[in-house]
């Protein structure tokens, strides 16, 4: 069990579980999975301080480009491709995160049960609808190609532009 983990582009999967009692996370990767003595949120919350933000001001960039509100997913750093959505709300004690970069499909089991088949040939089963979990690839995917946009247009037509010029 790890005290600390850095959210990487490799990171696939964020899991709320309980080990002997107790609320863990399983960090789905790439190459290794393993448990962090954290919540998921919390993890997702330190991931986005260390690209320079936080996970409520990740999810109100998510709302000022595209309107998301609930379940909203984050850009934890856009010029890696570290876009993430919550299984459910970040409140919930049992939200999970996912990352979308590294979905292959999704299959649907019971009425509130959804597969998640990742890339890598891993997979986790999660307690939420495969409806839902559609609507938050979806809407993650929506979310990506607006703000993928706006950096793709400003770099093209503003990028010669400095932040703080020096004075002449």
Not at 30 to 48: H, I, N, R
Not at 109 to 138: A, E, P, R
Not at 153 to 161: E, Q, V
Request: hydrophobic share 30%.
């Amino acid at each position: 069990m790890k005290k600390e983990y850095e959210i990487t582009p490799h990171t696939c999967a964020i899991v709320k579980e309980k080990v002997d009692g107790q609320s863990v996370c399983l960090v789905l990767e790439v190459e290794d999975s393993f448990y962090v003595a954290s919540s998921p949120s919390k993890l997702v919350d330190q991931g986005c301080k260390f690209f320079g933000s936080s996970l409520k001001g990740r999810q109100d960039g998510t709302k000022e480009v595209c309107g998301i509100t609930h379940k909203a997913p984050i850009s934890m750093d856009p010029s890696s491709g570290m876009y993430f959505f919550p299984t459910t709300s970040p409140q919930n004690p049992n939200c999970s995160w996912i990352a979308h970069s590294h979905i292959d499909r999704l299959e649907k089991t019971s009425f509130q049960q959804t597969i998640v088949h990742f890339k890598n040939g891993t997979s986790i089963k999660v307690d939420v609808s495969y409806g839902s979990m559609m609507n938050q690839v979806q809407r993650t995917a929506q979310f990506r190609y607006l703000l993928d946009n706006r950096v793709k247009y400003f770099s093209k037509n503003k990028g010669d532009m400095v932040a703080e010029p020096f004075p002449s």
